[in-house]
């Protein structure tokens, strides 16, 4: 990535340079960058008011209940780390998710993904990793936080208009990266 934006920028350079417009590329490249920063300080404060919320459902016992919740289904997709350390982080993954946190979701997935990958005797991502990692990718959002921070950083008049169609478009591409993992475990016949 790295590689993609230094040839981007050097490009920018080179054609602004030969074209004589050095000083709209220059006033570009600053006008770019107080928008991301003016942006970045405009989401911090939805970002930590969510992150508040998300840390009150946990002392109040919420989080704790929406993981239990959600423990009986997500045995069916996961079963060989129902009986596991691995199926607490998994809850609190997509616990975190569903709050639209992908950021609060981090560490638990990252918890998560270290345990199921000691289940491999080979070193190679099981089945049940991949299917956490396509969840956890696409995944079922009810409160769109961060889409809904952007959006009121961009100064939407209704940040969270955008529900219904997060509610759909979620599903549908969790339902079709689930439908997806459990094809090409089929395909591949691998059983780990």
Do not use: H, Y
């Not at 590329?25 to 989401?43: D, K």
């Amino acid at each position: 990535m790295v590689w993609i934006w230094t040839i981007m920028v050097i490009s920018a350079c080179v054609f602004g340079t030969l074209s004589g417009n050095m000083e709209a590329v220059s006033a570009a490249a600053l006008e770019g960058a107080q928008s991301a920063a003016t942006l970045m300080i405009s989401m911090t404060g939805a970002l930590c008011l969510w992150s508040g919320v998300i840390k009150i459902m946990e002392k109040a016992g919420l989080l704790r209940g929406l993981v239990r919740m959600l423990r009986r289904p997500l045995a069916l997709l996961f079963p060989e780390a129902s009986s596991g350390r691995a199926m607490e982080p998994i809850a609190a993954n997509i616990s975190a998710n569903l709050m639209g946190l992908g950021n609060a979701a981090t560490p638990a997935g990252i918890k998560a993904a270290k345990l199921l990958m000691k289940t491999s005797p080979d070193g190679i991502a099981t089945d049940e990793l991949c299917l956490f990692v396509v969840m956890n990718t696409a995944s079922l959002q009810l409160l769109p936080t961060t889409a809904a921070a952007v959006r009121a950083a961009a100064g939407a008049a209704a940040p969270f208009d955008i529900v219904p169609a997060v509610w759909i478009t979620s599903a549908a591409s969790l339902f079709c990266g689930i439908c997806a993992a459990r094809l090409l475990r089929r395909i591949t016949g691998r059983k780990r």
